[in-house]
């Protein structure tokens, strides 16, 4: 697999909503991937084919989406304190679209100072709170790894970390089932 930094995509900035999502027609972002291999409780192949083919049909935003978005600075703020990591706003109507691969583009919610990857952020749903809360944080390897795990969903991690978030998600999990 070839990776392409973020550097060298196309930047395109839309200063409307309805732009923006015009111009997503052209491409396969990440929710649109996550549908296609259906990963997404929200979308199926088909209906992705149809947003882009399709008349494209009103949609505004629901109050779940609007209170996530409006969420989105205080989770960054606290994602920078989890980790260190600095991150920036790109802006809500940035497209960056791969110089190799112009059919693939993304929207990233923030981008790491350095440019060097996307940061995702995704307010926590019940069941996942609930599971959070489970992990006994006295649990020294817990901790540590819900900590690589915070990282590696972030994007932050290197080719190298890969093994830390598979530990990680094996951690959680054991430590989940001990503390249930």
């Known amino acids: 697999m070839t990776t392409v930094p973020l550097s060298t995509a196309r930047i395109t900035r ?5 732009a923006w999502r015009e111009a997503r027609r052209r491409s396969i972002g ?8 259906g990963a997404s409780g929200w979308n ?3 209906s992705v084919w149809w947003s882009k083919v399709g008349p494209m049909e009103a949609d505004e935003p629901d109050v779940i989406q609007r209170v996530g978005h409006a969420m989105e600075p ?5 994602f ?3 980790t260190g990591v600095a991150v920036y706003d790109p802006g809500d109507f940035t497209i960056y679209t791969n110089s190799e691969l112009d059919c693939m583009a993304c929207t990233p919610d923030r ?9 995702e952020l995704k307010t926590a749903s019940f069941s996942s709170a609930t599971i959070g809360r489970r992990i006994s944080l006295s649990d020294p390897d817990a901790v540590a790894a819900s900590n690589d795990l915070l990282r590696s969903r972030a994007g932050v991690h ?4 890969y093994s830390t978030s598979s530990r990680a998600r094996n951690v959680l999990h054991e430590s989940s089932q001990r503390h249930c």
């Open 44 to 46: 199926s192949p088909y």
């Open 30 to 37: 990440a929710s649109d991937a996550a549908a296609i291999w």
């Open 158 to 161: 290197r080719r190298a970390d």
């Open 111 to 119: 981008l790491t100072a350095d440019g060097m990857a996307v940061v």
């Open 14 to 18: 839309h200063y409307s909503r309805d």
């Open 74 to 78: 205080l989770i960054a703020e606290m």
């Open 80 to 82: 920078t304190e989890a």
